[in-house]
């Protein structure tokens, strides 16, 4: 097969492990930057053109689209789509998942545990948001946040009132969750492909810190999921419409809690903590459906 990575930084991590084990499995594989690619719209005929050459004969596509190049991507994504090409992330589904609010509507819709969510257009009922997540502390989004950035966590109602009214103040849209303290700054990410667990790891936040991101210094370690877990991770993916993506929940004393589904998750830190080749599985997710 003819396989495209659509990635801005070959030399990532991700992309490179792709890339191997496309070619391994005896496949051609070419990584293109997606900004460089050109949409021609005509009745019948897309096509993409990549540096002033038309991209033809490929068989299947693989996104990795950053948050910041969401729209262009999504467009490419979409093209590719059109000209009949497998893609392991659909265009749509991707739009729908970087929508941190419709993508909590959508699993609390589909009777999955989150966190306690409030979101208001810059209410100055201050109090009253605070208290439907049950008071403080409490967990304080950017809705366009990545990788730990854009997320507060206020101790005090006094703190997460200033940060809200800060927020407001400047316009920006932000989301508030109640705090798990039990999950004592630890969360799990789970790698879905096809309707199946291939890997899950336990990511925890350095002393101090809340966010247990591993791009903040956090650590991560294999876990093994409890069914229960694994469920809510298979069917958070399913209700995003999506095959490929990682799923990050909170152990709680209610059960697990779904924080956010990742359409373009990175592969680096799940393969070192499980030592599983989750590329390899992304390949023959390809080939059982090209």
Aim: charged letters at 25%; glycine letters at 8%; a neutral charge.
């Amino acid at each position: 097969m003819n396989i495209v990575i659509l990635s801005r930084n070959p030399n990532l991590y991700s992309t490179m492990v792709l890339q191997q084990a496309a070619i391994k499995r005896k496949h051609s594989v070419r990584v293109i930057d997606p900004v460089n690619c050109d949409i021609v719209i005509e009745k019948k005929n897309p096509m993409i053109y990549y540096r002033g050459k038309r991209l033809d004969h490929v068989d299947a596509v693989i996104p990795r689209i950053g948050s910041s190049i969401t729209y262009y991507g999504t467009s490419i994504i979409r093209q590719f789509e059109m000209m009949g090409v497998f893609t392991t992330v659909g265009s749509q589904a991707l739009v729908l998942s970087r929508d941190k609010l419709q993508s909590l509507q959508i699993l609390s819709k589909a009777k999955i545990g989150l966190p306690k969510t409030v979101f208001t257009n810059y209410s100055k009922n201050v109090d009253d948001i605070i208290q439907h997540v049950g008071g403080a502390p409490l967990i304080i989004k950017l809705l366009e946040g990545t990788q730990g950035l854009g997320v507060v966590l206020a101790e005090t109602k006094n703190a997460a009132k200033s940060v809200i009214e800060a927020f407001n103040g400047l316009q920006a849209r932000v989301i508030i969750q109640e705090y798990i303290e039990e999950a004592k700054g630890a969360d799990i990410r789970v790698l879905v492909i096809d309707g199946k667990v291939i890997g899950a790891m336990k990511r925890q936040g350095e002393e101090g810190e809340f966010r247990s991101n591993l791009h903040r210094g956090g650590t991560a370690e294999i876990v093994n999921l409890t069914e229960e877990e694994a469920d809510a991770a298979i069917e958070a993916v399913k209700a995003l419409d999506l095959a490929v993506a990682g799923v990050d929940m909170l152990q709680s004393k209610r059960g697990p809690l779904i924080l956010e589904v990742n359409s373009s998750p990175g592969l680096e830190g799940i393969e070192r903590a499980t030592g599983n080749d989750i590329a390899k599985e992304v390949i023959k997710y390809i080939e059982r459906n090209v």
